[in-house]
């Protein structure tokens, strides 16, 4: 099995488990190596509009970095990888980048949970889709995934397509959206996520869609693999299926990272 790189713990605030679950979880599973990505704290909210049920407070990110150095040590020689999951908020690129500069990640993560303040894979937010033509709100997260892939901040875009959580899928067709994207993302020299996650959620399918996955192959897109795991036993989870979906895009090699250093791995 080759390596998982989008896990959550319980210091997110919405997973549950410690990291030595997770690590003895990626060891059991044959995983060759893993990578702790939980989630920035909310620098784009004000500190008292901060969810800590969403994400880190400011407060635990030294202890989050200091834990993950810590288990590369009880750990080792298996390989453990020092990820984050960042928010892209158009507009709000400085703010990030002063948290992210404090650290030696080995990866980060971009992702888009939020349009102009919409937490779209928020459950209890489902009814905003209703307020949508749902191609143009395929444009507006697309284009939001470029901004954020051409930003400079990130090494891979995690679940690229997860507008489609929910099932919401617009009746005309978006290739043209997946390869404008797509081209933007290749220009960058960003990774692409996929991500067994999807088959978790009412999408019930790999993110990201497998049309999309062959453009990302047709533009030599380089991908990483996650699980998006916010429980110990779903570390690894479905990687037989993302293996087999991206084969069948034509894809021999997935990603690793060390020190932001692209690796690569024979699947």
Same mark, same amino acid.
């Given at each position: ?33 893993? =990578? ?13 509009e *901060? ?18 150095r ?9 390989? /453990? ?9 158009? =507009? ?7 948290? %992210? ?14 349009? #102009? ?12 889709? @209703? ?5 143009? %709100?395929?444009?507006? !997260?697309?284009?939001?995934?470029? $901004? ?6 990130? @090494?891979s ?11 919401? *899928?617009?009746? #005309? ?6 390869? @404008?994207?797509?081209?933007? /993302? ?7 996520? &996929? ?5 978790? &959620? ?7 869609? /497998? ?8 533009? $030599?897109?380089?991908?990483?693999? =996650? ?12 990687? *037989? ?8 895009? =034509?894809?021999? $090699?997935?990603? +690793?990272? +060390?020190? *932001?250093?692209?690796?690569? !791995?024979?699947?």
């Amino acid at each position: 099995m080759p390596v998982d790189y989008h896990i959550h713990t319980k210091m997110c605030g919405h997973a549950s488990g410690e990291m030595e679950e997770y690590a003895a979880a990626g060891q059991q599973k044959g995983l060759q190596e893993i =990578g702790f990505s939980d989630h920035i704290p909310m620098y784009f909210l004000p500190a008292g509009e *901060r969810d800590s049920s969403i994400a880190m407070k400011d407060e635990e990110l030294d202890t989050y970095v200091r834990r993950v150095r810590e288990m590369q040590e009880k750990y080792y020689p298996f390989p /453990i990888k020092l990820g984050i999951e960042a928010d892209f908020i158009p =507009g709000m690129e400085k703010e990030l980048m002063e948290v %992210l500069k404090r650290y030696d990640f080995d990866y980060i993560l971009g992702s888009i949970h939020y349009l #102009n303040g919409w937490g779209f894979d928020n459950p209890s937010h489902r009814k905003e889709y @209703d307020k949508w033509d749902l191609y143009e %709100l395929y444009r507006v !997260y697309f284009e939001t995934v470029k $901004k954020a892939a051409s930003s400079g901040i990130f @090494d891979s875009m995690a679940h690229p397509d997860l507008i489609k959580k929910f099932g919401f *899928r617009p009746d #005309n067709d978006i290739i043209g959206i997946y390869e @404008d994207t797509v081209r933007e /993302i290749a220009a960058a020299g960003v990774c692409v996520e &996929v991500s067994t996650a999807g088959l978790r &959620v009412p999408a019930g399918e790999i993110y990201p869609h /497998i049309d999309f996955l062959k453009l990302c192959h047709k533009y $030599k897109v380089p991908v990483t693999l =996650g699980s998006d795991a916010h429980l110990p036993q779903q570390v690894g989870m479905d990687f *037989r299926a993302a293996i087999a979906a991206l084969k069948s895009a =034509g894809y021999t $090699k997935v990603v +690793t990272f +060390t020190g *932001r250093n692209k690796n690569y !791995y024979q699947i």
